[in-house]
């Protein structure tokens, strides 16, 4: 017997859905916002203090502008209901956001860095020039609500597990970070060392380009078929077992999709109890599993006879 997946009141709950993409949105247009007026306040304060690192973070808060335009596109689109030609749903989607935002990351720290190694390898062509305190400002304003930021579209991409959101929160504390690099590299050069501001810059390029490769990672793990750790495998069998008329689990195999957890799942029953019977405790351990993971979309129960006069 088998149950191939959740009923259609089950398998796409509409509240949740438009919950995260009401959300989803909120939290992409106040990072709009905010990096809108952060980028421009920075780029302002680089040009009147003379600092490149100031520059180059704002580079960063604008890169983010862009980002949070592609986390709105793909939440959008990954949360769009299965049809005929998607049966299994759009959930990835929101993996190809979290790619494109990986790739935005890296090439803006690349450039960069590429910018601040060509200054430091000028060999006294380039013209260092000490910053002005409003660079201080800018870097301190910078740290503090870059980070605010990234806590805010964290706590929202835990609570639904969002790659998109959790890529995008970390695109704001790669922007703190780089805020405190500068902020270190303005001191610096204040001190007597004008050099430092532009190794700043260098710093700072490595900490996007880490922060891109680690959303990458993330995110290609996702749009790859894999398993579910053993531990959430063994708390499903275990609810299985948990049900009335389970006498064992004889095969569970589960899968990633996107954000979601497809199951297949064998279960073994008394072989002398009727179809309508079977059927019922195949039931029991869909809507128990359902119930229990909220993140499970598909399950498939297989019922295997067990005859217990021989067992």
């Known amino acids: 017997m088998k149950r191939k997946e959740k009923r259609e009141g089950f398998f796409s709950p509409c509240a949740p859905t438009q919950d995260f993409q009401k959300r989803a949105f909120e939290v992409s247009l106040v990072s709009i916002i905010g990096n809108t007026?952060?980028?421009?306040?920075k780029v302002f304060a680089g040009i009147l203090a003379n600092s490149g690192a100031m520059i180059s973070d704002a580079v960063h808060s604008a890169s983010d502008v862009f980002s949070s335009i592609i986390v709105i596109i793909g939440v959008k689109l990954a949360a769009k209901e299965s049809d005929k030609d998607h049966p299994y749903g759009h959930e990835r989607f929101e993996c190809v956001a979290a790619v494109l935002l990986a790739f935005v990351l890296f090439v803006s720290g690349l450039l960069i860095g590429y910018n601040s190694l060509e200054k430091i390898l000028s060999g006294g062509a380039y013209e260092f020039t000490t910053?002005?305190?409003?660079?201080?400002?800018?870097?301190?304003?910078?740290?503090?609500?870059?980070?605010?930021m990234y806590w805010y579209t964290r706590h929202y991409a835990r609570r639904f597990d969002s790659g998109a959101l959790m890529a995008d929160a970390w695109h704001h504390r790669s922007d703190a970070l780089s805020s405190v690099g500068a902020l270190i590299g303005i001191v610096g050069a204040r001190m007597g060392y004008p050099v430092l501001d532009t190794v700043a810059s260098l710093v700072i390029s490595l900490f996007i380009m880490k922060a891109a490769y680690d959303i990458f990672k993330d995110a290609i793990g996702k749009m790859v078929d894999h398993s579910c750790d053993e531990a959430v495998e063994r708390e499903i069998a275990e609810c299985a077992l948990e049900q009335s008329g389970v006498m064992g689990v004889d095969l569970i195999h589960t899968r990633t999709f996107g954000n979601k957890i497809y199951v297949d799942i064998e279960i073994s029953a008394d072989a002398d109890i009727s179809l309508c019977a079977s059927h019922e405790i195949a039931d029991k351990v869909h809507n128990a599993i359902e119930e229990r993971f909220p993140k499970v979309k598909h399950i498939m129960v297989h019922v295997n006879p067990k005859n217990i006069a021989t067992d």
């Not at 007026?37 to 306040?41: G, K, T, W």
Request: proline fraction near 4%; glycine fraction near 14%; charge should be neutral.
């Open 131 to 148: 910053p002005g305190v409003l660079a201080l400002v800018a870097a301190g304003v910078s740290i503090g609500v870059k980070e605010a």
């Open 37 to 41: 007026i952060l980028s421009l306040f």
